[in-house]
């Protein structure tokens, strides 16, 4: 029998090929949702505008949304344009703020700076809260590594209207466990969380920290990652960074989804950076 459900998905990470890439989860955020939607899915992407990716060459378009977002003590202001991935259906939202993203032309500027944590958590607040004017209502959110990992949290708390009554769906991706996003816990103030109610092991405290990669992981309905062996691997201490025990407690909500590859990208027979095919 054929499943016929079609899903409106929004994928929110930091980096997609070939707009902005500097890890694997680019390739990822480029190729996934094009075969998604050409299985009938509405896909859409989340990404930081960052100043390396040029309006012109993408064609970007303003969408109308402006919206102004209290972060650190400060009112900022966000707007939210858009393009589409070459070749594909699939729309790509850009957040633009100038102050954390479009005066930088790298996407990452150090897991020690405070400056890192602030912009990514504009990022998440400023475009949970540009959704609902952008008339596109996801069933599933998927939320790709420790620098989106926030909108679990805001989406079980403040934001957590955005899930239509229960009807949506969070779902997780740890692509390197690693990189885990921890700060000093004030930062739960400065990004308009309730402290009392998320720091504790429950929630987002690990050894005296915030863990931004915790909160995706108890905050979302599945967590997957890319291969089945990790899935194993990372419920253990020899390879759990100090979230093994997080994760084996949700092990039954722990999935191995296998890396793929863009064969239209990735074919020996008609790449023309081989130098013989």
């Not at 390197?176 to 429950?202: H, K, T």
């Not at 949700?250 to 989804?257: A, D, Q, S």
Request: glycine share 8%.
């Amino acid at each position: 029998m054929t499943n016929d459900t079609r899903f409106k998905i929004l994928m929110v990470a930091t980096e997609a090929v070939p707009l902005a890439k500097e890890g694997g989860v680019a390739d990822v955020i480029g190729s996934l949702p094009k075969e998604l939607a050409a299985l009938g899915h509405e896909v859409s992407i989340f990404l930081p505008h960052y100043g390396s990716i040029d309006p012109a060459r993408w064609s970007l378009h303003h969408t109308g949304v402006v919206r102004t977002v209290y972060l650190a003590w400060w009112n900022r202001t966000v707007s939210v344009w858009k393009t589409s991935l070459p070749d594909s259906p699939v729309t790509v939202y850009l957040l633009d703020n100038d102050e954390f993203f479009g005066r930088y032309q790298q996407i990452y500027l150090g897991l020690d700076r405070h400056e890192e944590q602030l912009r990514f958590l504009l990022f998440c607040r400023g475009l949970l809260e540009s959704l609902p004017q952008l008339d596109f209502i996801p069933d599933i959110i998927h939320l790709h590594d420790w620098q989106a990992a926030p909108c679990a949290a805001y989406l079980r708390t403040s934001h957590r209207y955005l899930l239509r009554r229960g009807a949506t769906r969070v779902v997780y991706t740890v692509h390197n466990l690693q990189y885990q996003g921890r700060w000093d816990p004030s930062i739960l103030e400065e990004a308009g969380l309730d402290r009392n109610y998320l720091f504790n092991p429950g929630g987002l405290e690990f050894w005296g920290d915030v863990n931004w990669m915790k909160a995706g992981i108890v905050y979302s309905d599945v967590v997957t990652t890319v291969s089945h062996r990790y899935a194993q691997e990372i419920q253990t201490p020899a390879y759990g960074w100090g979230l093994d025990g997080v994760l084996f407690q949700r092990h039954e909500r722990v999935f191995g989804i296998p890396n793929g590859l863009d064969w239209d990208v990735w074919n020996p027979a008609t790449d023309g950076d081989l130098a013989v095919r």
